[in-house]
C-alpha cells in the first residue's frame, strides 16, 4: 500500500506503532538548532529507493511519548529559501513541506519530503560537512554519515529509481499518467511518448453490452443522460494488465472511468442498504479518471462539475471506512435530509420504478456529500486517529 495516501494522523499513529524509527520516518523531540542538519535529513530522505513520501516528526520525544515542542520552530518558506540557495546536481532540488497536526492533544510539526523518481540528489558544492559529489541516503533507520557516501548499492538502486527501472510495468504506467503530457492519442487510445510499449487502448464490446443497463443514477446529473460504455484496456508490450470501464456521460461529453459502489448498511433503521457511487484518492482508477479528463475543455468542465455533485471523493481507504462508520451513526439525520429534499425532481426514465430509484440514490449522494464536509471539519477539530 501506499501510506502517502492516508490521512496525516493515521501515517503519524502507524510510525508511532512501530515503536522504531523508519526508512520513510523519523522522531525529533525540537527543530534542527543548525539548519545543515536539517537539510542534510532532508536530502537523505530524498534518497531513498521506495515510493513513499517521508516524514520528520517534531515533538515526538525519544521514547516515542508525545511531548510537544519548547524550543524555536522553523517555517517552511524558511527551509525552502535555504535548498534554493544551494548546488543541486542537475537543478533537482528536494520537494517539502511542512505542516502543524493537532495529534491526540499536542501539537506537532511535520516535514514532508515528497517523494520523487529523480533520484540521487546531490551536491555540487559542499555544504556543511556534506562533501559535494557524495550521495547521502537513508536506508532503514540510518542516514549516510557525514564524511561518507551512499553504499554502492543503494546508489545503483536509485540511478534504477530515476529510470524506472525499481517498478512493474503497473506502477510505471499509473505513474506516468499524472504527466499528461508524456502521452499522445492514435486511433487506439494512448501511448506513452518515451516508452510506446505502454498503451491504454479503447475495447468496444458488441452492441449488446452498450444497450444493457445503458445508463445509472448520475447519468441524470447532466443535461442530456444518454450514457454509453466502452471497456480501456491498460497493456505493456501487447500484453493486458488491466481493464477498466468507461463510462460516457453527457451523450459524450464527459469520458471516465466508472466510478465504484460503496454500501452502508442501514439498520436497525431501515433494512434497505444505503447505496452510493465513489472514487478514493491515488486509486487507479482515480488517476485514470483525471487524466481522461480534461478541465480546459468548459463543457466537460461542466459536465464533471454536474458529475462531482452527485459521487463521492475520498482521501483513501481510511477515509471511507470512517465516514460510514459516521453515517452509520447518523442514519436518521441522512434519512431526513433525503426526505426534505426536492433536488432532480424533474428526472424522468420512462419508469416508475426506476425513476424512484434513481431520483432517490441522487438525493442520497448530495446528502452524503453534505455530511462528508461535516465529517472532514469534525475530524480535523477532533484529530479522529484510526
Known sequence: ???SYLPLTNIISFCLSQNKEGDFWDFKQEWHSNIEDLIKDIICFANTVHNEDCYLMFGIADDHSLVGMKNARRKQADILDTISKLSFAGDILPEIS?????YEGVELDVLIIHNTDNTPIYLKRQYGKMRQGCIY???GDRNTPDEGNAEIAVIEQLWKKRFGLTKTHLEYIFDALRNKQDWSTNNDGYYHIYKP?????HVYEDDSFSEKDSDEFYSFSQSNPNTSY????IKARGTTLESHQIVCLDSGRLTIPVPEWGYIDAEPYSYETIRYKYYIEGSHTELLLHFM????DSEQRWA???FEKVVLFFASETEKRLFENYVCTNIPRLNKRVEESEAYNYVETGNEVKTADYMKCLRTAIALNAMLKEFREYTNQKAIVD
Open 230 to 233: 466502452f471497456m480501456l484496456d
Open 293 to 296: 479528463y480534461l478541465p480546459e
Open 197 to 201: 510499449e505502454y498503451t491504454i487502448e
Open 98 to 102: 511542512v505542516t502543524t497536526v493537532d
Open 137 to 139: 541516503a537513508r536506508v
Open 1 to 3: 500500500m501506499r501510506y
Open 304 to 306: 464533471f462539475r454536474n
